[in-house]
């Protein structure tokens, strides 16, 4: 505003009547451009009759009106117009039932400076919409349906279809009558166009009652009362208390509801500024407590320490809109605070290794580890303690709190903000109680921490354990496995080793060593079987079988178990059982187990075996009479080494690792096992086994076939000198093993069953005499050096794919399924440590019967 030119309104002697009430009198005001003014006062002071005047709506009795110097007529309303002058009313009570449209436009004739005037067919309504549509964004404000009747719309969409009424002809004086009134949503946006029309030197006369609204805009204020015109000022050089003093002072004797809101003026701003303080304390306790519960969450949710406290001083840094936030961790050994984490993380002088401060009182953070007390500084120039930080350059106030548990202090939690005093009482109390809860969080984090560690070292020791636990098994295995051999074949009289009988007294010798030889190698492989399993090395050969045949297996072996005993052994298989998915080998000694524990522990009566079939399942039940299980004994009957109480474990031997390693054998199989026990009447171990499906079924090994190119070579070597009815039926075994004493109690097992052994050395040569001379079965000691490259190389030999083989090996092989399916001839696995000569010979005899049409399996 420049008073050196020319007003754009100039108004002398404005004088108005309505009837015998004068509500205008002698009053004189100057509007310059780029101005903006604020019109105060009591009720019936004059306001709105003056609004009405120079918009043109009220036609004065007396007075002029100058505008840019030229006195012009102001009435009726569209001449005001056509100078420039637009208004705002506080509601729009006439044309009802006028659309918006049309009441933005009516009596708006275009004019020579307005782009529509340029338009042809001024009435297309099309055009017109876009136009006010285009107004209405940029003022911010909705778009209401412009076609709908103004009695249709809500009060504040009818006083936004006046402000784009008013401001689309973007006039060069702007008359506001209570604008804020029914749409304080938008107060931002209306201050803004009040600010924008005068930047583009427009002028504003703004009516309102909220003396604040007045001082936050307008440049000049006019005081009336009763009509007249108590004085001018501008708000740059009053204060809003003059202005309501001089209002109160000039009021009359009636107490009118406006002059009794003024008086009453402080006392409002008071509460005013009272409800602000604590909407801002509301608002920061909600912070807090939004901090705390965030704190809380990253407490119970995050372990690792460095991740915890990463998360934490972000947490802090934007709850709480700090300058900076930082967490320092006492090194107790150095006697030193270090910056573990900090927040923000973008600044590059903090992005250090390690930044450490000593604990002492040269700063904060060092006197607050040192004292274990909080430490606030809301001016750090006058703090001796606050050292410039070129890091932080804008800190102005700074908080320590010391991180506690019980009396130890563990670290410092370091705020600080870019301004004064910043810091108050309340807060204090506040972050040290989130300093409290930080510090039980580290310490649970350092404390899983800790149990991690000492997992991890437990879990190697345990790992370690297994791998010692099988080398030594091995190790004993070997030697042990040869004792009770050539014991074994010191006792059979029909191997003549001596010339003459043993006396009765070394046979019983002989028999001691050879069951105390079992009883030690039984409890060797139960140790051996555990530590593969705690170890993770069991692999399955999951394969879909007939359970039936397996359980009559077990059953025939069992027989032996019980001779010269009281018991019988009873057994309910139906022949229709459905064929299982599991590892057939692993089911055999899951059976074995649970009949060997009921031979030992039933003195008299029977031993049962059942199986039946379910929906997706088999279950299995081995029962016997025996003593039975107290309930005590039962919880914890599949645990390792469990043996019952002293005197069933004084009386029964065993590793009592027997039925732990048959729960786990059927649960890595997906079974379940269980025991149903009465003490004097007998126990029933149940297992399940699932049954196969459809497609698991499909990969049931085939039957063996043989080639016609094994057929003619074989016929060349055996039958080419006898006809058909003069064919000798020889079996011939290829055997090679680097360990004599384990050959030789294997030679003699093989004769036994009828096989002519022939035995050399564990190299290249044994494929090429397997090539050349295509024995009934070959044996091969693959845990010799050169066992696994002869091994690669036999079962590489396509002419050798239809021999039986037997593979001594000194653990369960890989999953062979991929070897089997290629290979028409069985393929067995023996363990080294199972490797005597009864288990020889019975896998000698179930080559003679795989090889007549068996399926193919892994026998391990």
Not at 221 to 236: M, S, Y
Request: glycine fraction near 6%; include cysteine.
């Amino acid at each position: 505003m420049d008073k050196t030119e020319q007003p754009f309104l100039k108004a002398i002697g404005l004088c108005k009547r309505y009837g015998g009430i004068e509500a205008l009198r002698d009053l004189d005001l100057d509007i310059y451009p780029g101005e903006v003014i604020g019109v105060v006062g009591d009720t019936d002071s004059g306001k709105s009759t003056l609004l009405g005047l120079i918009s043109g709506i009220v036609k004065p009795d007396k007075g002029r009106f100058y505008v840019r110097g030229r006195r012009v007529g102001l009435s009726p309303s569209y001449r005001a117009g056509r100078q420039g002058i637009r208004v705002v009313h506080q509601d729009i009570n006439i044309a009802e039932y006028m659309s918006a449209l049309t009441y933005i436009f009516a009596g708006q004739p275009p004019s020579a400076r307005h782009l529509l005037s340029r338009w042809v067919g001024w009435w297309d309504n099309q055009q017109l919409q876009a136009y006010a549509e285009k107004e209405f964004l940029r003022l911010d404000f909705d778009i209401p349906p412009l076609d709908c009747p103004l009695n249709d719309l809500t009060s504040a969409q009818r006083k936004m279809v006046a402000f784009v009424r008013a401001t689309i002809w973007m006039p060069d004086l702007l008359l506001l009558d209570e604008p804020i009134n029914g749409l304080e949503a938008y107060k931002s946006h209306i201050l803004r166009l009040i600010r924008e029309t005068r930047d583009r030197r427009g002028s504003v006369l703004l009516v309102t009652q909220n003396l604040d609204d007045v001082f936050l805009i307008a440049d000049r204020i006019l005081i009336l009362r009763a009509g007249r015109k108590v004085t001018e000022c501008h708000t740059a050089s009053t204060s809003v208390e003059d202005v309501v003093r001089v209002i109160l002072e000039s009021a009359e004797e009636k107490l009118t509801p406006a002059v009794w809101a003024l008086s009453n003026y402080f006392e409002v701003q008071r509460q005013a500024e009272e409800l602000d303080r604590l909407n801002k304390t509301l608002k920061q306790r909600a912070i807090q407590l939004q901090a705390h519960a965030e704190v809380a969450r990253s407490v119970t949710s995050i372990l690792d320490r460095n991740e915890l406290l990463t998360q934490i001083a972000q947490i802090i840094y934007q709850r709480f809109g700090y300058y900076h936030t930082g967490i320092f961790l006492i090194n107790t050994e150095t006697n030193e605070v270090i910056l573990r984490s900090s927040a923000p993380q973008n600044n590059v002088l903090l992005a250090v290794p390690e930044i450490s401060l000593a604990m002492d009182e040269k700063s904060m953070v060092g006197w607050c580890a040192l004292h274990g007390d909080a430490h606030l500084a809301n001016n750090v120039s006058k703090d001796p303690m606050c050292l410039p930080d070129q890091a932080l350059p804008d800190t102005r106030s700074e908080l320590v709190l010391p991180l506690r548990i019980g009396k130890k202090i563990v670290g410092v939690l370091d705020l600080q903000s870019n301004q004064l005093e910043a810091f108050s009482e309340d807060d204090v109390l506040v972050m040290q109680s989130l300093a409290d809860q930080l510090a039980i969080a580290i310490r649970n984090a350092d404390l899983f921490d800790t149990a991690e560690m000492a997992r991890e070292q437990a879990d190697k020791a345990n790992r370690l354990k297994s791998v010692f636990l099988s080398n030594m098994s091995h190790e004993l295995c070997t030697p042990l496995t040869a004792i009770i051999g050539l014991t074994q074949a010191m006792l059979d009289s029909n191997l003549n080793i001596y010339p003459t009988p043993l006396p009765t007294e070394y046979q019983r010798d002989l028999h001691t060593i050879s069951k105390s030889g079992e009883h030690l190698l039984g409890l060797i492989n139960d140790i051996l079987d555990q530590s593969k399993i705690e170890a993770g090395q069991i692999k399955l050969n999951q394969t879909a079988f007939d359970l039936s045949a397996v359980l009559y297996e077990v059953l025939s072996t069992t027989h032996a178990l019980l001779q010269g005993r009281p018991l019988e052994l009873q057994h309910d298989i139906p022949a229709n059982l459905p064929l299982v998915w599991a590892d057939s080998i692993y089911v055999r000694q899951v059976v074995l187990n649970l009949l060997s524990n009921a031979a030992k522990f039933t003195e008299q009566g029977s031993i049962r075996v059942g199986a039946s079939s379910g929906d997706t399942e088999i279950l299995v039940c081995v029962a016997d009479t025996g003593m039975g299980i107290p309930e005590y004994a039962r919880q914890n009957i599949f645990d390792r080494f469990h043996r019952g109480d002293l005197t069933v474990s004084r009386k029964y031997h065993g590793s009592g690792l027997g039925l732990s390693i048959s729960k786990q054998l059927v649960e890595l199989q997906g079974g379940r096992i269980w025991v149903e026990s009465e003490v004097g009447v007998g126990s029933q171990f149940y297992f399940t086994v699932p049954i196969a499906t459809p497609q698991q079924r499909v990969l049931k090994t085939t039957a063996l076939t043989e080639t016609p190119l094994y057929t003619a070579r074989r016929s060349v070597i055996f039958d080419s000198s006898h006809d058909d009815s003069a064919k000798i039926n020889v079996r011939f075994v290829l055997l090679a093993c680097s360990e004599s004493e384990l050959t030789l109690s294997w030679q003699k097992a093989l004769e036994r069953e009828g096989y002519v052994v022939e035995m050399v050395a564990v190299n290249k040569l044994f494929v090429e005499i397997a090539d050349l001379m295509l024995p009934d079965l070959s044996i091969l000691d693959s845990t010799d050096p050169q066992g696994p490259e002869v091994q690669r190389l036999l079962l590489d030999n396509v002419a050798l794919a239809h021999i039986p083989l037997i593979l001594v090996v000194a653990a369960d092989p890989a999953d062979d399924s991929t070897a089997l399916t290629q290979r028409p001839a069985p393929l067995f696995y023996l363990r080294k440590d199972n490797a005597v000569p009864q288990e020889m010979g019975r896998l000698a005899r179930a080559c003679l019967v795989s090889s007549s049409g068996a399926a193919n399996q892994i026998l391990k």
